[in-house]
């Protein structure tokens, strides 16, 4: 998977498990997007990482 796609699904989880836990409320546009800024923000460091500890450690194909 590549940055983008990582970071995609990071976003997705985040947003994903913050409305389960507001199932009943429904952000605004504005909001939805500020949540969605702040799990990017939060969750890119640690998916961009493990790519690297990835990239090192296990794929053998590897040229870095």
Do not use: W
Not at 1 to 9: D, Q, T, V
Not at 13 to 35: D, H, K, N, W, Y
Not at 39 to 64: H, K, L, Q, S, W
């Amino acid at each position: 998977m590549h940055r983008k796609g990582l970071s995609s699904a990071v976003l997705l989880v985040c947003t994903l498990a913050f409305a389960a836990g507001q199932a009943t409320a429904q952000p605004s546009p504005a909001e939805a997007r500020t949540i969605a800024k702040e799990a990017y923000i939060y969750g890119f460091p640690m998916v961009d990482n493990y790519r690297i500890e990835y990239a090192y450690f296990v794929d053998r194909n590897t040229r870095e």
